[in-house]
């Protein structure tokens, strides 16, 4: 996608790109991110060279949650009003105080987005049929 949007310049392989991007890096936020603090934080507490200091594990586990917060919240509330202010010309009716509250609503809706990428990766979940009943 990367490279069609190189040879031909359609803004549409780019959002085509950024799509599909999102499936390794939700699946990495939900293993790496999580692995990484935890080990962090065993590590302050249990494996540092000198005696565990709870004051120091209590800071390191306020800036990990203030930088989640940061990093997921701030980022797509970001990215939320950049659509809609982008694309207000192509939405009926469009009315700015209608869209203050999606905006703090939105990254919910991506870190859930995220979390099921993440089980479907992992489960590699199988189509059933659906057995109806014939009127």
């Known amino acids: 996608m990367l490279l ?3 040879t031909t310049f359609r803004i549409s392989f780019l ?3 950024l799509q599909m991007f999102f499936i390794p890096m939700a699946f990495l936020c939900c293993t790496w991110i999580p692995l990484f603090y935890a080990f962090d934080i065993v590590y302050a507490a249990v494996l ?3 005696a565990p200091n709870i004051e120091y594990l209590t800071i390191l586990i306020q800036v990990i ?3 989640l917060i940061f990093l997921f919240y701030l980022m797509f509330v970001l ?3 950049m659509v809609t202010l982008l694309e207000r010309k192509e939405i009926k009716d469009y009315k700015l105080k209608n869209y203050i509250g999606v905006w703090f609503i939105f990254p919910f809706f991506m870190i859930y987005d995220c979390i099921t ?3 479907g990766v992992v489960t590699r979940p199988k189509w059933k049929a659906i057995k ?3 009127v």
């Open 4 to 6: 069609k949007l190189l």
């Open 15 to 17: 959002d085509l790109f």
């Open 48 to 50: 540092a060279p000198n």
């Open 65 to 67: 949650c203030y930088a």
């Open 79 to 81: 990215q939320a009003l």
């Open 117 to 119: 990428i993440f089980f």
């Open 132 to 134: 109806r009943n014939k």
